[in-house]
């Protein structure tokens, strides 16, 4: 392997990552505010596929990926009011369960409407521009995802951190009780987390499909998937932990494929999980607790 | 004016709090004592909604019913509880947790900073330390600082003393004095008996989800069996 073809793999596996990485957010924060596995956040990505595709037949692109962030939006937030809020004291696994209801339901729903046939996710145009940059050679939302991936993450750890609602989420993931008693008020705060879910969500989709061109119903199944292990490996909870897990997870993947183990690139995520559970449970950033009783 | 009527709390078929009622006259200081497991937390967790009393229980403050209301709308009428067992956010440092305090406030928080720093200077020292690994006095005192950043009209405690070194006990309490004098409510619950009916104005003893016996505070400390069950001496 040459250099340039090195290098070339290593963007691919990079940009893949960056893709992950945004998804993987998701699960995290969601997991640290309400300590659920959102099973349908997968599924919410793929819906932003087909938003997409809708959107980009009735307006230029400029309107439609704000129309997709927005509607993604909307439908992360709505299922968090209709499927997860009216369980809020109900004991974890019956929130879980439910997930995995609106994991189903979003599928299917999809078959219903679109169909199980694949369908031609839109082209951008910008975005799949060919760039060179030295040897390497690709469209430019390969160049521009993981720079994306790390400006996102960027303003999110200084959300988190610096402003107030970022100190209120930070409060509830750790005591619903003593969070309200300083007036924050709970369901705007989880409602909160997950339009950021879903927002990022959405960001993902656009950069992911725009390099796989299609969407059918079972698109986010796979990523969902992978991107749930990443945040695992990262220790889930973690924003950090998030990126690096799906960062390590595209390299991971990338790297299989180019040396011809392509059958294999998705077991290496489940080899991730075994090694990551089997070597340090929590992840590698995983919660210490500090907590003094 | 805080008023408890008829208060009721069921925990699974087991009533903890058995029809209570008393007041909390504005800018006074009232402590409510009782052993273990009297019902004293499960009060104040009702008043500010995060233990559900029976139907037919009744809390107002200046006549509104706060029942049903969420417990960010009753601390946003003025009401803050430094809750028992801290309850400090450890991940965060001292001074988020004193920010946190004032998270209904949108005005300039320096001076208030400043003065909690004034009354806890330990604090001002570890102002940048996580506050998961404060000792345990630390992350009391911290508890209070936080419940003063909301200048509450009614300020509640859940045994603030509790793990204190006496002299800081003192602190503690010359400091509630101090807040009361600002024209703030106090609502204390003690195991110092002794401490906190030298406090307060009036005191309510409770036992097993009843009030038993009510009075100003010095003269609950005259009584006979209050000094028997609380404050640690022999009936003569
Ligand atoms: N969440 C709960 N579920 C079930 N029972 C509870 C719950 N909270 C309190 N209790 C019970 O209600 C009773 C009163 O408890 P509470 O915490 O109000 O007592 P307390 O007077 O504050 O006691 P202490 O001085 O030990 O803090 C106790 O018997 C307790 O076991
Ligand atoms: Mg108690």
Redesign the interface.
């Known amino acids: 392997m040459s250099l340039s073809t090195f290098l070339q793999q290593c963007l691919t596996g990079i940009s893949l990552g960056g893709a992950y990485a945004l998804i993987a957010i998701g699960y995290t924060l969601v997991y640290g505010i309400l300590r659920l596995i959102n099973f349908a956040h997968g599924d919410i990505f793929m819906m932003a596929g087909y938003f997409m595709i809708f959107a980009m037949a009735t307006f230029p692109w400029y309107i439609a990926i704000p129309i997709v962030l927005l509607i993604t939006v909307l439908l992360g937030v709505s299922i968090e009011r209709v499927a997860y809020r009216p369980l809020r004291t109900a004991p974890r696994m019956s929130v879980m369960i439910s997930a995995i209801g609106v994991s189903y339901l979003l599928q299917n729903l999809a078959t219903y409407l679109f169909t199980a046939l694949p369908k031609g996710y839109p082209e951008i145009p910008f975005l799949k521009k060919i760039f060179k940059i030295g040897g390497l050679s690709a469209s430019f939302v390969t160049f521009l995802t993981p720079v994306l991936t790390l400006i996102i993450v960027y303003a999110l750890i200084i959300l988190i951190n610096k402003t ?1 609602i970022g ?2 989420m ?2 509830v993931s ?2 619903y ?2 969070a ?6 709970i369901n705007r705060v989880i409602t909160f987390t997950f339009a950021i879910g879903s927002l990022l969500a959405a960001v993902g989709s656009i950069l992911y499909f725009t390099d796989r061109m299609t969407v059918f119903p079972f698109s986010g199944s796979l990523p969902g998937l992978k991107c749930f292990v990443a945040a695992v490996f990262g220790g889930i909870g973690s924003i950090p932990g998030a990126v690096i897990g799906g960062f390590i997870l595209g390299l991971g993947e990338t790297a299989l494929v180019a040396m011809g183990y392509s059958t294999f690139s998705d077991a290496f995520t489940f080899v991730l999980l075994i090694v990551i559970l089997l070597i340090k449970p929590t992840g590698l950033f995983g919660e210490k607790t ?4 | 004016m805080l008023k408890i009527d008829n208060l009721r709390v069921n925990y699974g078929g087991i009533e903890a709090v058995k029809g209570i009622s008393f007041e909390v006259p504005d800018k006074s200081i009232v402590t409510l004592i009782g052993a273990n497991g009297a019902g004293k937390s499960t009060t104040l967790r009702s008043i ?1 909604g ?1 233990a559900k009393p029976s139907a037919g229980s009744s809390i107002t403050l200046d006549g509104k019913e706060l029942i049903g209301m ?3 709308d009753i ?2 009428k003025g009401i ?2 430094v ?1 028992e ?1 801290r ?1 400090v ?4 440092t001292v001074i ?1 947790n004193i ?3 004032a ?2 406030r949108n005005d300039n928080l320096d001076e208030d900073i400043n003065w909690v720093y004034d009354l806890f200077p330990r604090l001002k020292e570890r102002s940048w330390q ?1 506050s ?3 000792s ?1 006095g630390e ?1 009391q005192m911290l508890a209070v600082a ?1 419940a003063l950043m ?1 200048h509450p009209r009614i300020l509640m405690m859940d045994e603030p003393s509790l793990g204190l070194a006496p002299l800081i006990v003192k602190d503690i309490f010359s400091i509630i004095k101090e807040i009361n004098k600002k024209g703030v409510t106090v609502l204390l619950i003690e195991q110092n008996a002794n401490m906190a009916l030298h406090t307060a104005d009036v005191g309510y003893v409770l036992e097993t989800g009843r009030i038993t016996l009510s009075g100003p505070g010095k003269e609950l400390l005259a009584d006979e069996s209050v000094k028997a069950a609380y404050l640690g001496k022999k009936k003569d």
């Not at chain 1, 309200?180 to 008020?185: A, E, T, V």
């Not at chain 2, 956010?89 to 965060?92: I, V």
Request: charged fraction near 30%.
């Open positions: 107030k100190m209120a930070r409060a750790k005591d009780d003593t309200s008693l300083m007036g924050i008020k500090t907590d003094k009783v | 500010v995060l969420d417990t960010p601390v946003s803050a509880l809750p067992g309850r956010f450890p991940d965060m988020e920010k946190i305090g998270y209904l996580l998961g690994t404060l345990g992350q936080r909301s």
